[in-house]
């Protein structure tokens, strides 16, 4: 299982035509600037090595990516039994911000923490007396991850999202009358909107989705900064719910675990192999990096990536 | 069909005792101050006489009661094509607060204006270039109808309602994503419980309900004081969906257009022949006074109400 | 209030048109054939006077008009209590083909007797020792109330509707499992598609809808075929759900009870008033007669039919 | 991770005492007579080597775990693209026999093969001219996965679930109607009710397992009984959606592809590892085998079998 940056160089210039079929996200202004050719790799081995094509160094949000992040955090900090009394641990079959189970099911709880809905009631249980030392708190456990100092937020993506996340006040108030959130609403979401917002480029990402391969240890450093269990917990969400309404097919095809986010990044994490980061800013209808995807099953196939 | 007030002191004291098998409404706080066995009822002949019984001076607040008296204003102010290209006109079997059929159904429509989502988008449509001046207007409006200077609203049930809104800003919000909503969504909550906390007693909501028996005229006065359409309109949605989740079983036991509220109160207008106010803080399973409904049951039993 | 058939042929003439907008049944093969332009109309007044206009001899099936015949029926037979026992008395805003309501609500029960999963389980209360005798007793009834002994149905029409009824015999096995349905369930789809294809022309139909505009008494021979109760009843459904999921709007725009079904055939019953039968077989996007749906129109405004 | 007889016997032991917090399926009569503290299990390794514990060789009724076996048969015959234009690949929060989302979802394919709707689709492609050959066809495949050639049906289960299956009947008129079922519904309830009570005992069951596994090579023969690919997708929907709606919570708690069956049995399959068959038929709520699932996670953690 030979792998070189010419290798990786040669299956994004495979992939990235596919770019043309997807498009932009459209529903976050800030976003829409991007050049929709793009498409940049990162993967991280676990003995510390770095491989790459395309832009890699490019920065971008991670958008629904951040949900793993945070989740992480939150099952160190509350334990399993406390977040898994918010939200379940069930993958759907509805879209990634959709409402209907919230009410038709008889407990008012969110699916998994990969849909919107659970993922706010997560990003709820962030420890910290303010909404500002919350957010330190996350922003200081991602740059454990990276192992950078410098990782941080795009103000103009988070403005902008705060400013119309109309759907996401809406799914924070129905919590918030069935008890599940318990902070302010507005507080949530302008925190919620910043951890979307957080920025970093493809070896960052990489590194991130290393550290979850790697049973929670730091490649690099050897530091175990995700408990065993969280690592695993985390991997196995994005395995059944990690790529929006195609979890199902990506398992299918590929067979790793993968977060995605509609910024057109995406954290792949293949158990005890590699991190792997991607960014592909054209997207498929379910929200996915649709050149990323393509580029993921090439990895995938060519290095015997899946986990079945 | 010979009145007077012995004749409703007897249908009163009949219907009374049921009020122990209900309960006081337990979302609203302010509300739950109520002596449960309360029941009051006036009714307004179209000659501009009055009959009652019980305890019909007490005031209370008009909740789901003043969707009528909005939507009246809402459709003379714009005119029936603008409010039904936000809101729909059929029944449904769904809960009153429901949010499922705004997310399934293909366009993002509440289905009628007594439910709550459609009711706040009647709200939303209130003439003004502010909030207090669309609130001066509804108010306006009300004072007329009910031809005394005096109406107000409950500022301590407004402010306990307004704090406790979650489910009404989820629904807010979720209109105000796909374009239902114009406003601003904190606005609409701040004007909508005012509105549902507009006070006044049995007496006044006769009248209310007689001017929609009479086509829209004062019985009073003979001033025309909501256009023949638009009063015929009201009746309508008063049928088919004014008494929550049982309108259906009210329209087959009763049938007379009528819309209950959760403070207990209930207006029924008998197409050219009276108008009734009730009030009884006990509520079935349903949200509708559960004496008030025995009572309209037997008053309209009694003199041929139905209008089937 | 004068009406003569010049002015009902004026008025068919003035509706016909609108007829090339909309489309006949497709899924019913036998029902494909119809004349798209055809539109007749007749009256019958309470005192037994019948006005009429177009080809009103005509003969067409009366597909879902025949639920609120058996409803009529199996509430005599079974009572009120028994009958809503197994069915609702909600109007919905879900098509009326709908089965998710069956599966979300907490009782399996269908919403009203007008939906296909509420007409399926009252056709399966008609009395009878075999389907036989059920269909004998159903038929026995509709010649009572048309008065004329020849009434039938078509056999081409039935037979067709029965070879592709996937749908109801879903709706009927799912009932069946819920216990709603007592009976076996290819047994109640043949006796369904029989009473569906029941066959007759708008003067007979116009007929029935007087019986119960007249409280259940045969304005002609002065028999009460149907009590008062039962026939105040039906009118109530058919206002809240006679129309499909356009029920609503047709009772602000018309306001009389009504039912009507994908032949194009529309039974009216004004109460107090005038029973109508319309048959005009192109069809709007819910179902029901378009032109028909004008003509009724056109004649409520004209004759002030409305009840609200 | 040395394993023996005398090993299994002891997770046997700590798990069988949960079973009396369980309960024997309900709605299948002829499966009411199982004794409620049975739990057997057996293991078989990739070399071909057998482990078992408690009453291994008694048989029971596959049920809903025949549903991977058919699945593989399927989309060997039919190919991928044929099978998943049929069904869907996402898993859901929806419970197994649900069809609420073949009428909202605007393409009314069931979401995956692991649900009812979704296995009565996989079942009508099983090729085969008549029915009998279409059993026989499948019954053929089983016997050579099992490499006994003694495997059959139990006829008083498949009797018995035929005359019950109501629900299962809507689910295939409602596909029928949509055009996702091609066959007769009643043929096809009888064949998928056969292939339900399939009967074998945890030895044959685990000895599946192990060829799925193995990437679909039979351990002891060497032959190649699956292809790769197909072993692949089937050990993927195992994963997902294999434990009906706890899936998502296995995944989490074992992190292995299983599937379970309201008989009490469940197959697991731990890729390059080895075959699991398990029998305990006292359930949890999702229809679970209650100890079966304890012992796995015993299982699961000893042996450290979690693939994620």
Redesign the interface.
Known sequence: MYIDNQLLANMVDEARPISSEGRLVDYIPALKKENKDNLAVSVCFLNGEFFYAGDYLEKFTLQSISKVITLALVLMDNGEEEVFSKV???????PFN????L???RVSKP??PMINAGALAVTDMIKGATNEEKWERLLAFVNVLTGEEEVTYNKEVADSEFNTA??N??????M??HGIIKGD?EHLIYLYTKQCALEMNCQDLAKIGAVFANDGMDPVTGRQLITRDVA??C???M???GMY?????F??KV?I?AKSGVSGGIMGSV?RKCGIGIFGPSLDETGNSIAGLRLLELMGNEYKW???
Chains 1, 2, 3, 4 share one sequence.
Do not use: H
């Not at 959709?98 to 189970?101: D, E, F, L, R, T």
């Open positions: 379940g641990m069930e993958p759907t079959g509805d959709s409402i209907v189970k009410e038709t099911n699916l998994n109309f759907l006040r809406s799914l924070g108030y129905f918030k009358q609403v695993r917990i991997k196995t969400f395995v059944t719910c309404n195609s979890s199902g097919e398992a299918i067979g675990p158990p899946s986990i079945f």
